[in-house]
């Protein structure tokens, strides 16, 4: 199941084509507009095929910022609140840069000497590596060292998810576990003010973060993104959510699946990839 929005200055009548398993909209002026008329032709791509390609389930959310055009798959689950896990990183480096607790991307916490399932994480670390390899302790350091008070506060004033970070006792796993929830929605708006410098940081800090989200860059695009994956949740849950630029547009995205099992983490991946593939991207 998918949809498609398009927000116009105009007075339109919309004329919805179904053909072939694709949805044209066609929206023109009405009869009392002065406008000269015009049509907007958009085909809206089956979303859903990739699901079940990798057999999972889950929704995408893809906004063209430049069109003012929302696609997306499950409608439902794409306006359901749930765990962020990892995807808080973003939060939570830029509320650690703006509060001072680490003083840029470069800067190494000590490694506790604690071994974890994942090797990369066993070794001192900075903020930059720490996103990219999705380090949970070195974001738990920095979230123990912001505090409860602060976090609370800096929450409500971005107005992240449902704004609920339980008590004192869990500030260093609220996001991944409860009570933090977002939907996939609140995380296409939060990114969306990141991308334009609406959120209550200083310009520094939200440059540095979006520094580090870019996860591939070529003369044709750039990618900047952040993957999550909540094992508290049963079923566990896998995020995948950024912000594609080409073509001097933007594109915001938010996927989100079911994982059953370890081998299903790639699909929240290449789901997003050949959903914008869809859109003639990539």
Known sequence: MFRI?????????VIIIISLGSIYVQAQP???????????NVK????????????????????????NLTYEHNPQRNATAMTPASTFKIFNALTALETGVIADDVAVLTWDG????????????????????STVWFYQVLARKIGYERMQQWIDKVGYG?????TAADIDR?????PLKITPKAQIDFLQRLYEGNLPFTKRTMDVVKDIMVREQTPEYTLRAKTGWSITNKPQIGWFVGYWEQNKNVYFFATNIVINKPD?????????RSSLKDLALL
């Open 264 to 272: 299903d983490l790639p699909a929240r991946i290449e789901i997003t």
């Open 174 to 178: 609220f996001w991944l576990q409860e």
């Open 114 to 133: 604690i071994h974890r399932d994942f090797e990369v994480w066993n070794q001192d670390t900075n903020l930059r590596q720490a996103f990219k390899n």
């Open 5 to 13: 929005w398009q927000s116009l200055s105009l007075v339109f009548t």
């Open 30 to 40: 009405s009869s009392n507009s002065s406008e000269h008329s015009a049509k907007v």
């Open 44 to 67: 809206v791509p089956d979303l859903g095929r990739h699901f079940q390609k990798f057999g999972v389930e889950g929704s995408i959310l893809i906004y063209d910022s430049k069109n």
């Open 162 to 166: 449902n704004r609920q970070i339980g």
